[in-house]
């Protein structure tokens, strides 16, 4: 479905749910405890195709929406923003910190490359570090600030390409967030070959969202079962 220029030249509400697969969720919003996670789910859909006056004109006149959760989506509408606009937030630094842990001495782990710092790695062959080098804290830093804005500058440049292809998307503080962590943790190119990439540039957010739990993980690096977890929550709860 391509990017409305103009909400009026959709004469049904209904094209826009069968298109983007609401009515599960919803269902979900109406029976959910947790309404602000479904709402978000739904708003960040409707962002793929709308401009901001355009889900609140949608929301305002869909009669299938009881009003309790008519309020709760007008305020996510607001959390909403372009990732151009965004930048990671302290949250979402103290969450690769945490993630990726500080290692003062460069190590090995046999994937040819060598890691020290807060997950900062670099191959071998090109590194001027050693096995068994230590850096300080200050230096630990200036490696995550540049790693971060690596993985944060490949996140803009992936949703400026999506925008070109007609993919025209916002989302929230946390989404961009979650969306540098595992960036940073897989690198951008790994993150946009995905089945959770595809899934959001496909503008479905509750599947993309799921697919987060298990992206990376394998028998090989199974704590990354918990990172993803935590990056899951982070990109639903808005």
């Known amino acids: 479905m391509e990017y409305l220029k ?9 094209m826009i749910v069968e298109g983007l697969n609401l009515r599960p969720l919803f269902i979900q919003l109406k029976n959910s405890l947790n309404k602000k996670t479904v709402a978000n789910l739904i708003i960040g859909s409707l962002m793929t195709i709308m401009a901001t006056n355009q889900v609140l004109t949608f929301i305002e006149n869909n009669k299938e ?3 309790v959760d008519k309020i ?3 305020d996510t509408v ?9 930048r990671l937030s302290s949250n979402g630094w103290d969450h690769i910190k945490e993630s990726e842990g500080l290692r003062l001495k460069a190590y090995k782990i046999g994937d040819g490359m060598i890691t020290v710092g807060y997950g900062h790695a670099e191959r071998i062959r090109n590194s001027k570090l050693r096995a068994g080098q230590k850096i ?11 790693d971060v804005n690596v993985a944060a500058q490949g996140i803009k440049r992936m949703f400026k390409q999506w925008e070109e292809d007609g993919v025209k998307m916002q989302i929230t503080q946390n989404q961009y967030d979650a969306l540098v962590s595992m960036a940073f943790n897989m690198g951008v190119s790994g993150l946009r070959q995905t089945e959770f990439a595809e899934h959001l540039k496909n503008k479905d957010f509750e599947k993309a969202a799921h697919t987060i739990k298990v992206t990376g993980v394998s028998d090989k690096f199974p704590g990354l079962a918990k990172r993803r977890m935590k990056e899951f929550r982070m990109f639903v709860s808005g």
């Open 6 to 14: 103009s909400y009026q030249s959709y004469s049904q509400d209904e």
């Open 65 to 67: 929406i009881p009003e």
């Open 72 to 74: 709760v989506l007008v």
């Open 78 to 86: 607001s959390k909403y923003k372009n990732p151009q606009t965004l």
């Open 136 to 146: 300080t804290q200050e230096q630990a830093m200036q490696y995550l600030i540049k």
